[in-house]
Structures are given as C-alpha cells and as structure tokens.
C-alpha cells in the first residue's frame, strides 16, 4: 500500500495562469475525492468520482475548476486564469467502495498565486 | 443552517486526558468522523461513528450522540507527538463526501 500521492508538492505561479495538479489514489479505491483547505480551516469538498464518473461538485468548484479522472485511476484536477484567492493547500482522498470506509489523504499539493 | 462547532485552541500536558468536542448542524447525518492532522502534513483517520456510543481505539476514543448532534474525541495519556489540530468531520451523503469543522489545535506540554 503506497498510499495516495499527490503532484507537485507545491506550485507557485502568477495571477493569470493555469495549473494542473496530478493525484494517483491507493489502487483498489473505486472513490477519489477533491478538497481544498486554507491555513487555520478544515479541507472543504469539491468534488467526487466514483471511478471515472464525477458524481458530485461543491459550489465552491467555479468554472474556472475542471477534474477529470479518464480511466478511474489518477485524477487531475486543472485551475484555469488563477486568482489570488485560489492559493491554498488542494488535498485529495480515496476510499473503498464498502459503507461507511475511512478517505485516505495524500500529503496534498500547495499552491502560491504571485 | 448547517455547521460544525470545534474548540480553536486546547491545551494539556503530557499524561493527561484530554475531550475535543464536536456539535454539528447539518442536513442530513450518516456519521461523525475525526481526523488528525500534524503541520505540513495530510489528515489521518482516527475513527468513525455512525451510531450512538463510544469506540476506543488504543489511547483514542471516540464518543457520539445522535440526538443531541453531539460527538467527542477523548486523547487519554497524552504524548508530545500529539501535538496537532483534529478535526471532526461529518459524512451527510451516501457518497462518503465529508463536511469539516475548522480544528482543533492541540498543544501538549511536558
């Protein structure tokens, strides 16, 4: 069990540009989840996918958001035209599929808008 | 409205026993879950409850109450490495997706 990995560990970047962040859950978990967490707060959801079908998406998940996970694997989760309010630390989680199992997080992927 | 109400700060020292309270507001309830999360580092689970009562795991014990939307973290013979935030977190869906309160920093003095 490598547990859930995340890509890069931290991205800083310019107010205007994409990023895309990478995250490859333990592998015998069907659910992948998105979440987004700022200093002194808890993770906020953003969104879910049951294998490759993204089941649910937060409010907070604008249409600058995109995640994808093509072949029920890795995910990607891409921020298009960044904005000084999406620096944050982004955090994914896996479970099984069994009621009621724990999410597993990666160490999550930090992200600075200059 | 929906919302989950934590203490921000605790502080104790090393052997002692220490409660993290959790009371939560939300619109649908399929359990209470706690999470432990050093600096830098990624949530852990700690435990989880979907009916009423008490689970002990080791030194951690998790406590809830249905009716009163009401749960518990119990630390018992503290260590400094426990020294971190903790977070309760309910699950409101059937989908696993969980809702978090904002933590609760746990310092721990020798």
């Known amino acids: 069990d490598t547990g859930v990995s995340q890509n890069p560990r931290h991205k800083i970047t310019k107010r205007g540009q994409n990023v895309t962040f990478r995250c490859d859950p333990i592998?015998?978990?069907?659910?992948l989840y998105w979440y987004r967490q700022t200093l002194g707060q808890g993770p906020e959801f953003l969104t879910y996918f049951q294998n490759e079908a993204q089941l649910e998406k937060s409010r907070l998940l604008s249409d600058r958001f995109s995640a994808e996970r093509p072949k029920g694997s890795f995910s990607t989760l891409e921020i298009q035209r960044t904005e000084q309010g999406d620096s944050a630390m982004y955090l994914c989680a896996s479970s099984s599929d069994s009621r009621d199992q724990p999410q597993h997080f990666g160490d999550g992927t930090r992200l600075s808008i200059l | 409205g929906q919302s989950l109400e934590q203490p921000s700060e605790v502080t104790a020292v090393e052997g002692a026993i220490v409660q993290i309270n959790c009371t939560y507001q939300?619109?649908?309830?399929?359990?209470l879950s706690w999470y432990q999360q050093h600096d830098g580092g990624a949530p852990t689970f700690l435990s989880y409850n979907a009916l009423d009562g008490l689970e002990e795991t080791g030194r951690f014990s998790s406590f809830l109450s249905r009716s009163d939307s009401y749960g518990y973290l119990l630390l018992q013979e503290l260590q400094m490495k426990d020294s971190a935030s903790y977070f309760c977190a309910v699950r409101e869906g059937g989908n696993n997706d969980m809702r978090f309160g904002a933590g609760t920093r746990l310092t721990v003095k020798p």
């Open positions: 592998s015998e978990h069907n659910r």
């Open positions: 939300t619109s649908g309830f399929y359990g």
